[in-house]
């Protein structure tokens, strides 16, 4: 099963979730591919491990965690 993007649009995100992909300056292009190069890390611990100890990545970091705040 397909994990979603980044780019999905109407899914909740980690306002605490970072990625390096954020940081390039370029409109989003639906019709290249995503890298799936998966370096996230968080911006409470700045490590790849959240303050709860789990990892992070756009999938992991959703609301049924405690350290979770919503964008």
């Known amino acids: 099963m397909e994990r979603p993007g980044l780019a999905v649009i109407g899914v909740e995100r980690c306002d605490f979730l970072r990625w390096k992909g954020l940081y390039i300056e370029a409109e989003w292009d639906p019709t290249v591919p995503h890298g799936n190069d998966r370096i996230f890390w968080c911006q409470k611990?700045?490590?790849?491990?959240?303050?709860?100890?789990?990892?992070?990545?756009?999938?992991?970091?959703?609301?049924?965690r405690p350290c979770y705040k919503a964008l």
């Open 45 to 64: 611990t700045y490590n790849a491990a959240g303050p709860d100890g789990r990892l992070v990545d756009d999938y992991e970091c959703n609301p049924a």
